[in-house]
C-alpha cells in the first residue's frame, strides 16, 4: 500500500507541476495576477508530494519491503539501517527521485525568499522550474519508476554494492545534487529576464545569491566524492578524470565562471549576454551530466543505468531545453550591447580573463570527456584518454588563472592607476617567489620550476587574499572595513591557495610502495618503517573481513597503528578494499591490503601523502567563502 501511494504522489506532483509550469507563465503574458500568483502555492504543493514520494521509499527500504523491485535490486536484510536509508539513493531510479525532490525544494526556497523580487518575474521563474520539474517527472514516471512492483516478492535483497557501503553515500550525493540542481535557479532566472527582456543590474543581483549557493553546495559534494574515492577505492589517489566526475567538475567551472560574470553585470550593468550564455551552459552541463550518468554509454564506478529508453529520454530532454534557450538567447542578445566602457587595467578585465580561462579549461575538461564517446559513434574503434592529458590541458589556462586571480583582487573597477597598484602587489609577489623556492627546498629537500610556479602561486593567493582583511584589521575598521561579499572572495580565494598547495606538494613527493610483505617483516617507506605485525579476523554486520595490523615508526619512535581490511560482503561474495590510513596534519601514512600472493605473503600498498588533507581543507574554505558572500545584505536590496 504505502509504494502505491508514493506512486499517486507523484502523479499528483506532476499535475501541479503541470500547472506551475504553464499557469505562472501565461498569468505574466496577459499580466494576470491571480494566475501568477499560483506559481507559489503550486510550488509548495509539488514540493510536498513529492517529499511524500520519497518518504514511502524510504520506508520500503527500511522496512525490507522486497514486493518493491528497487529495493530487492539494492538492498538485504542484514543491511545496516543507515545503509538502507542511503541505499535510496544509490542506483538510478531512487537517486533520479532524489533529483526531482532537491529540484522542488530549490523550487519552493525561491517561492519562498522572493517577496522582494516583482510578482511577474517570480511567476516566469517558478513557472521555467514547474516545466523542468515536469520533464523530470515524466522521466521518473514513463521509464524509471521506484515503485515498480516485483510478483512474487524476494524473501531477500541482492544487497547493496559493497561499494556504497560507506557513510560518503549518505552525504555526497545529495550535497552534489543540491549544487548540481541548483543551477537550474540561475538558468531560471535567465530564461525569466530573456522572456521579459528586463535584463537590468537587478536581475543579477537576484540571480547571484542563488548560484553562489548553488556553487558552495557542489564545491563541497565534489570535495566529499573526492575523499570517498580516496580511502574506499584503494588506491590512494583523490582524482581519476572520470567521465562522471569530469560531468560534476565542468558545471563547477562553468559556474564559477558565472558568479564573476553576474560580478560585473551587478555592478557595472556589463556582460549581460555572456553571463546569460554562463547560465544556460552552467545547466546544460549539469543535464549533460545526468545523460552520462543514466545513459549507459560510460563505464564508471558512478553510473547508474543501461537501459537506451533512458538513455534517448534524457537526450531528448536536454536538446529540448538547450536548443530552446539558445534559440530564446540568441533572440534576446543582440538587444543586450552595452555603451559603458573600462579601461585594459580594470577589475572587468581581470573577469573577463577570468571567465575566458574558466571556458577553456571547461572546453577542454569537455573535449576529453567526449572524444572517446565521438570517435566510438563514428566507428573509429574504441580510444582512451587518460589522466595525463587532462593534467597537462588542464593545466594550461590554470597557470594563467591563478596568477591573475591575485591581480584581479585588487583592482579598481572601470580604471586602476598602475602606480598604487603595483606598490602594493609588489611585496606580495616577491615574498610568493621566495616561498615558491625556499618551502619545497627547506621541508622537502629539492626543487624544480613546477614546484616554484605552483608553491609560488599558492602563496601569491593566500597573500593577496589576506591583504584586504588585515588592512581593514589595522585600520581598526572591524567587520564594517569591508562588506560580506569581499570578505567571502578572499575567503574563497584563500582556500584556492590551500588547496594548490595541497595539489603541488602531495603529487610532488608524494611515495607509493607496492611490495610483497610476511607478518613480522618491515618496509621502510618516506624514512618511516612499517612492521606487519599480525592478521586477524573481523565480523561485520553483513561481511567478514581480514585485517592487517602495521605498526609505525620513526627511527624506532612509535607513531601509530595503520589497519587495511580486505571485506567479503555475505550476499555479493566479491572482496572490497578498505584501507587504513594515519593522518597528522601535514600528512596521510595509507596502507592498503591486496591480496594473498603466497604462503603467509601478501600484497601491500603504502602510501606516503604529504598535505593531502589541504586539497579537501582549501575546498571547505572555498564554500565557506560562498556562505560569507550570500549573507550579504545588499543582495536584499534594489539596485536605484
Known sequence: MIPEIGHFALILALSLAVCQGVLPLVGAHRDNAALMSVARSTSFGQFFFVAVSFGCLIWAFVNDDFSVLYVAKNSQLLLPTPYKVSAVWSAHEGSLLMWILILAIWTAAVAKFSSGIPLKLIARVIGVLGLLSVGFLLFALLTSNPFERLIPAAIDGADLNPLLQDPGLAIHPPILYIGYVGFSVAFAFAIAAMISGDLDQNWA???????????????????????????????????????????????????????????????????????????????????????????????????????????????????????????????????????????????????????????????????????????EMLNGGKISIGAPWFQIAFLVPMIPLVLLLGLGMHTAWRKQNPGPWMRLLRLPAIAAVIIGVVLPLMFYGRVSLMLIIGCGAAAWIVISSLIQPVRSWCRKEGATGITRSALGMCIAHLGMGVFVIGVTITSAFGIESDRAMRIGETLEVAGLQFEFRELREVQGPNYTAIEGVLEVRDGGEFIGTVRPQKRQYLVQKNWMTEAGIHPTWNKDLFVALGDQIGDGVWSVRIQYKPLIRFIWIGAFIMAMGGLVTVTDRRYRKTVK
Do not use: C, Q
Open 205 to 375: 543581483r537576484w540571480t547571484r545569491p542563488w548560484t553562489v549557493v548553488a556553487w558552495l553546495f557542489l564545491t563541497i559534494g565534489i570535495a566529499l566524492g573526492s575523499w570517498w574515492a580516496y580511502y574506499e577505492l584503494g588506491w590512494g589517489g583523490w582524482w581519476f578524470w572520470d567521465p562522471v566526475e569530469n560531468a560534476s567538475f565542468m558545471p563547477w567551472l562553468i559556474g564559477t565562471a558565472l558568479i564573476h560574470s553576474l560580478a560585473v553585470t551587478e555592478r557595472r550593468g556589463l556582460f549581460k549576454s555572456w553571463t546569460l550564455l554562463l547560465a544556460i551552459t552552467a545547466f546544460s552541463l549539469s543535464l549533460l551530466g545526468t545523460f552520462l550518468v543514466r545513459s549507459g554509454i560510460i563505464v564508471s564506478v558512478h553510473a547508474f543505468a543501461t537501459d537506451p529508453t533512458r538513455g534517448f529520454f534524457i537526450l531528448t530532454f536536454l536538446a529540448i531545453v538547450v536548443i530552446g534557450a539558445l534559440v530564446l538567447y540568441a533572440w534576446r542578445a543582440p538587444a543586450l550591447d552595452s555603451t559603458v566602457g573600462f579601461s585594459p587595467l580594470s577589475r572587468e578585465t581581470f573577469l573577463l580573463l577570468n571567465n575566458v580561462l574558466l571556458v577553456i579549461a571547461t572546453t577542454l575538461v569537455l573535449l576529453g570527456t567526449l572524444a572517446p564517446l565521438i570517435v
